[in-house]
């Protein structure tokens, strides 16, 4: 079975940083398109990042573009994501998100997501 | 940038059949994608491409894409189908992806 397991969040103060991983298992990782989806409490889902099955395309969405990197090692089939300068807005949980083959961001698996919360 | 708009909730008895739009420019050219999301739990995948399920989702969910409104159907609604729905689209003007607001789904 896919599994994707994150960690790393915690509470940060603002400006602060953090560094979220995921752990992927049960499918062949170095095959997949990867992306970081965020939930704040209450609220929808909003799309952060996406990286391409290699690492060298990445693509942010404007709410984190300039504070967040994201980034993969296939050999240890694992997801990252290096947030920087954070705000009380970017609370929220980070969900690690498998994009399945084909086009059109079809996203087939999503971890349980871990819990980022900024504040001081 | 492009825009994905849902209903913040939808009512519907047990047993009726529920729909769930999701608007945006011209989207009959994007494929769409649903999420299911329980009370603490992650997202699931339970349309594809418009109109496809995953296995193991049942065939009482089923979509449309059609002018500028998607639609979710869940037939025979159940009080298991409360839930918050997501649509979803890659926008390939600004390669990014976009999701609706969420709508939830009360079962009366």
């Known amino acids: 079975d896919v599994q994707l397991v994150e960690s790393g969040g915690g509470l940060v103060r603002p400006g602060g940083s953090l560094r979220l991983s995921c752990a992927a298992s049960?499918?062949?990782?170095?095959?997949?398109?990867m992306n970081w989806v965020r939930q704040a409490p209450g609220k929808g889902l909003e799309w952060v990042a996406y990286?391409?099955?290699?690492?060298?395309?990445?693509v942010y969405a404007d709410c984190m573009r300039g504070r967040v990197t994201i980034s993969r090692d296939n050999a240890k089939n694992s997801l990252f994501l290096q947030m920087r300068s954070l705000r009380v807005e970017d609370t929220a949980r980070y969900y690690c998100?498998?994009?399945?083959?084909?086009?059109?961001?079809?996203?087939?698996?999503w971890g349980q997501g871990t819990l980022v919360t900024v504040s001081s | 940038s492009y825009v994905l708009t849902q209903p913040p909730s939808v009512s519907v008895a047990p047993g009726k059949t529920a729909t769930i739009t999701c608007g945006g420019d011209?989207?009959?050219?994007?494929?769409v994608h649903w999420f299911q999301q329980r009370p603490g739990q992650a997202p699931l995948l339970i349309i594809y491409?418009?109109?496809l399920r995953p296995s193991g989702i049942s065939d009482r969910i089923s979509g449309s894409n059609s002018g500028n409104t998607a639609t979710l159907t869940i037939s025979r609604v159940e009080t298991g189908d409360e839930a918050d729905y997501h649509c979803?689209?890659?926008?390939?003007?600004?390669?990014?992806?976009?999701f609706g607001g969420g709508t939830k789904l009360t079962v009366l």
């Open positions: 990286i391409d099955s290699g690492g060298s395309r990445l």
């Open positions: 049960g499918f062949t990782f170095v095959n997949y398109e």
């Open positions: 998100v498998r994009e399945a083959e084909g086009a059109g961001a079809n996203f087939d698996s």
């Open positions: 979803q689209v890659w926008d390939s003007s600004s390669r990014h992806v976009v």
């Open positions: 011209n989207i009959r050219v994007k494929s």
């Open positions: 491409y418009d109109s």
